[in-house]
């Protein structure tokens, strides 16, 4: 049998065929699968990557992580680890040590069980374990790249605002002040990094609302959206509107969950003097949700209808009780992969997204100054990502 140090030199000497070695936490949220469908590609900057793609649970059937998009069949590895077990973590990277270039972190737990003050404690010893189980033992570590959320954006509750401002959002603002007695995440990967003295990098990216795949994500306004449509049709129901007035007639923006990953690898190779810093991640324009409503609503043959007044505002989070039997019938006539109703949408988030009462936008002036220019059209990334959800048979 192998001891532990010559698999480990066996695992480092493999992992020299490819040039970075990626650790991307979170693989199956929003961004992270996003990265793992980017960093493999032929001609991504500091390529041939390696992958190793972590998530707690089993891998979903529509992971890139389960069916490597490179040509090399050891490109993307799959690690399953709760990250709030210290040993488990430990225990998981210790071989992946020697190889680890860069770390991606975009992992995010949130059970509505819990207090913010716990929800905030656990998010922080996830990123304290990786933190700790890689940094000091790993000697090729260059950079790590940290996922959290715009200064418009609450920690805990993403629905917080912080104080009134003049202009749009920008990075030097203070973050948001918790209601709990806890540090911001980006507070704990300086401290996890410190041990390094300047040698490993950083970079933080702060996305708004996130427009992607992922049907497993915590929060996903596209498969929430797409599965209320379908609903509708179903029900034989016109699509209406549920949100305000200010986010149907008033400008918003997103972020493309794509755009956030080739943002965060850019954190990792771009310039020196773009290291060590937070930049806002959003696509770049603006759009109004009655741009988006009629174009969700042909996708799935549905009859909409627009803001009306603020007594018929609803919630979806009720207005979606009790529909799991339903969602269980569309699956099963229409073929779809397996989900349950709970799994793929998150109508209190979506409530939260379209509710606004105010434009609330982020300024990018700061990574284009820094040499960062991706942006994305958000009326063609909200239609790619339907078409996606439906190509993979998640949604009719
Ligand atoms: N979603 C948005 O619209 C949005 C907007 C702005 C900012 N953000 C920020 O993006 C970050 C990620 O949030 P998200 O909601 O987008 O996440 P998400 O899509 O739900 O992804 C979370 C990822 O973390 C993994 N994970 C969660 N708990 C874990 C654990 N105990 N052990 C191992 N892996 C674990 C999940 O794995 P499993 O799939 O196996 O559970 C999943 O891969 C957060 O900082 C959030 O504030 C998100």
Not at 374 to 383: K, L, S
């Amino acid at each position: 049998m192998l001891t532990r140090e010559r698999a480990a030199a066996e695992a480092a000497s493999k992992a020299r065929a490819f040039k970075s070695v990626a650790l991307v936490v979170g693989s199956t949220g929003i961004v992270g699968a996003a990265l793992v469908e980017i960093l493999p590609v032929p001609g991504v900057p500091a390529g041939p990557w390696k992958v190793y793609a972590l998530s707690r649970r089993p891998l979903p059937p529509w992971s890139a992580a389960a069916a490597s998009s490179s040509s090399d069949p050891d490109a993307v590895v799959h690690l399953q680890v709760d990250l709030y077990d210290t040993a488990a973590v430990a225990k998981a990277l210790a071989p992946l040590a020697a190889e680890i270039t860069h770390v991606f972190y975009t992992a995010w737990f949130y059970n509505y069980c819990w207090s913010d003050a716990e929800a905030c404690q656990r998010n922080h010893a996830m990123l304290r374990n990786v933190l700790s189980a890689v940094v000091p033992t790993s000697p090729r570590l260059l950079h790590v790249s940290l996922l959290t959320c715009s200064n418009q954006l609450g920690v805990v509750d993403p629905f917080e605002p912080v104080a009134e401002v003049t202009g749009p959002y920008s990075e030097d603002l203070p973050r948001p002040r918790l209601k709990v007695e806890c540090h911001d995440l980006e507070n704990a990967l300086h401290d996890g990094i410190a041990s390094r003295g300047g040698a490993v990098t950083w970079s933080v990216h702060r996305p708004t609302t996130i427009f992607g795949f992922s049907p497993r994500s915590a929060r996903n306004v596209v498969s929430s959206l797409c599965v209320y449509a379908a609903i509708c049709k179903k029900a034989n129901d016109t699509l209406r509107w549920p949100g305000s007035r200010v986010a149907w007639h008033g400008f918003s923006e997103a972020s493309d969950a794509e755009l956030v990953g080739e943002q965060m690898v850019w954190g990792h190779l771009g310039p020196a003097f773009a290291k060590n810093k937070a930049f806002n991640c959003a696509n770049g324009d603006v759009y109004k949700w009655q741009q988006l409503w009629p174009m969700l609503a042909s996708h799935f043959g549905v009859e909409w209808s627009g803001y009306v007044a603020e007594d018929q505002r609803f919630r979806l989070e009720e207005a979606m009780v009790d529909k799991e039997a339903l969602w269980a019938e569309i699956v099963r006539e229409k073929g779809l992969v397996e989900t349950e109703l709970d799994d793929i949408t998150n109508w209190s988030f979506v409530d939260d997204v379209i509710s606004a009462e105010k434009e609330q936008l982020d300024t990018m002036n700061k990574c284009k100054e820094h040499g960062f220019f991706g942006f994305r059209n958000t009326v063609r990334c909200f239609d790619k990502w339907i078409r996606r959800m439906k190509a993979d048979r998640i949604v009719p």
